[in-house]
């Protein structure tokens, strides 16, 4: 946990012992923090063998100093670096959700050994991840409200695989915040 979160986040965390609004849309309860690492946990593993994990809490907008947007830990980025921790030297995270994963694109804004992208509907929470915010091993894919699976696979197949091959990871993951892509709405959880 501590190659993505300060420890003061975890302690926050950890200490937590009734209901508590950790900010405006995420609150905490006592086994709030246990939930949590059962689902990086779940994800490391997924990594590992190549799964793919449904857990909750989801992930992917927790940043390294905070809980934001109902995610308290940032799995993909914990198993992303699990992964390094295994001799796994580059790694790729492709987000797909309606939502762009603002923490996960933080914790590995200045690491060039994470390729990380995402495929998310632009203009809605949590406002992050525009066109312009592009750097090498960042590639944003923000999409129009209303687009179907068609689009979408589109998006993926014209603009993240391309960038996926010229990064030439040893272990790919992706997360997705399980939102369901439904035509104008959302929500969310992680994948690996």
């Known amino acids: 946990m501590g190659r993505c979160h300060d420890a003061a986040l975890l302690e926050s965390l950890r200490a937590i012992d009734e209901p508590t609004q950790i900010e405006v849309n995420t609150v905490g309860s006592a086994t709030s923090f246990e939930a949590a690492m059962l689902?990086?946990?779940?994800?490391?593993?997924?990594?590992?063998?190549?799964g793919f994990a449904l857990a909750r809490p989801p992930g992917h907008h927790a940043r390294p100093r905070?809980?934001?947007?109902?995610?308290?830990?940032?799995?993909v980025?914990?198993?992303?670096?699990?992964?390094?921790?295994?001799?796994?030297?580059?790694?790729a995270i492709v987000d797909f959700d309606v939502h762009h994963g603002n923490g996960t694109e933080e914790i590995f804004?200045?690491?060039?050994?994470?390729?990380?992208?995402?495929?998310?509907?632009?203009g809605i929470f949590p406002?992050?991840?525009?066109?312009?915010?592009?750097?090498?091993?960042?590639?944003n894919v923000p999409l129009e409200p209303g687009l179907g699976d068609a689009e979408w696979?589109?998006?993926?197949d014209e603009r993240v695989a391309p960038?996926?091959?010229?990064?030439?990871?040893?272990?790919?993951?992706?997360?997705?915040?399980?939102?369901?892509?439904?035509?104008?709405?959302?929500?969310?959880?992680?994948?690996?």
């Open 109 to 122: 804004w200045d690491d060039d050994s994470v390729f990380y992208a995402s495929l998310h509907q632009w």
């Open 39 to 50: 689902a990086a946990g779940t994800a490391i593993e997924a990594a590992r063998v190549g």
């Open 127 to 139: 406002g992050s991840g525009g066109p312009d915010v592009q750097r090498a091993t960042t590639l």
């Open 153 to 156: 696979l589109a998006a993926f």
């Open 77 to 91: 980025a914990i198993a992303a670096r699990a992964l390094q921790a295994d001799g796994i030297e580059r790694v």
């Open 66 to 75: 905070h809980a934001f947007g109902f995610c308290l830990l940032n799995n």
């Open 163 to 192: 960038a996926l091959r010229a990064f030439d990871p040893r272990r790919s993951s992706s997360q997705q915040a399980s939102t369901p892509m439904l035509k104008k709405t959302s929500t969310s959880s992680t994948s690996v």
